[in-house]
């Protein structure tokens, strides 16, 4: 999980590094497209898992609200800093609890519901809404938050259905299909440099979710999910450090409130014996 962290952390970098010279829409097209090679090897169960229509619809749905939920990731990340990026994308796992009360019948305890309204508190501290201006950045990672987790639910659902090759599978590749009409609309051709730093991205963000399943496979979440505070304190260094963006306490205290209610969440989904549904914070980054 620290590997992870560093990981995620450094594809925060390259995507703030190459800033707005790329279209949000282009950018996240060219780094789905050029990690499509990481797909290979999943070729022949995808081809062997005889989906039917219904699987397909849920794949398709789910396509299409991950690539909205990464374009505006990518455009989060030219407008706010990293470490506000990084603290707003802890909300989808909260996000994710709301909606599988809602929507899959799940139960939500007391508990479960005070650990969710202190995660939208800490986003309160994090926006402080009327004590300065919310950007589009802000509202961008809102409704990225809303778009993830609709995606990681239906990744619930079919995860049940189909083997995890099959899951990921397919959502690269609708993702890079629903991408495509919107970065053809914003189009500039990208120069040799840009490509290798999308392609570092793409192989980046791979790395980190083979490293996140070795440390689930390793321990509970009740365990791998606290050690992702890191990544805020790694986010805010490389932000104060690389980028020269000042140091928010504000932000670090919102997103240490939610990192905690998210992490007492899974805690009691562990202690329960019950599968987890939220997934870990990392697991929404693109």
Not at 45 to 51: H, V
Not at 163 to 183: D, E, H, Q, R
Not at 205 to 214: E, P, Q, R, S, W
Request: aromatic letters at 10%; proline letters at 5%.
């Amino acid at each position: 999980m620290l590997v992870t962290g560093v990981l995620f952390v450094a594809v925060t970098a390259v995507v703030k590094h190459v800033g707005s010279e790329l279209p949000a829409p282009e950018a996240a097209f060219l780094r789905y497209l050029l990690g499509l090679v990481f797909l290979l090897p999943m070729i022949r169960p995808m081809l062997r898992a005889g989906l039917d229509r219904s699987a397909m619809r849920f794949f398709a749905v789910r396509g299409v609200a991950h690539a909205l939920g990464v374009m505006l990731w990518f455009y989060a990340m030219t407008q706010i800093a990293i470490a506000e990026v990084t603290s707003m994308g802890y909300l989808t796992p909260v996000m994710v609890t709301i909606g599988a009360a809602l929507f899959l019948g799940e139960r939500m305890a007391l508990r479960r519901i005070l650990a969710v309204l202190c995660a939208l508190l800490g986003a309160f501290i994090v926006l402080r809404p009327g004590f300065r201006e919310i950007s589009s950045g802000h509202l961008a990672m809102l409704a990225n938050g809303v778009f993830f987790s609709t995606s990681y639910l239906i990744a619930k659902i079919m995860a049940d259905r189909v083997p995890a090759a099959v899951v990921v599978g397919w959502l690269s590749i609708i993702v890079t299909l629903a991408l495509a009409p919107f970065a053809y609309a914003v189009w500039v051709w990208p120069t040799g440099e840009q490509i290798a730093w999308m392609f570092l991205v793409a192989a980046l963000a791979t790395a980190g979710h083979y490293t996140m399943t070795l440390a689930l496979g390793a321990a509970p979440i009740a365990v791998t999910q606290p050690v992702t505070f890191l990544q805020l304190v790694w986010a805010t260094a490389l932000g104060a450090l690389v980028f020269s963006e000042p140091v928010d306490g504000w932000v670090i205290l919102g997103g240490t409130v939610i990192i905690a209610s998210v992490s007492f969440i899974a805690w009691r989904e562990a202690m329960l014996k019950r599968r987890a549904v939220t997934p870990p914070v990392v697991a929404t980054k693109v």
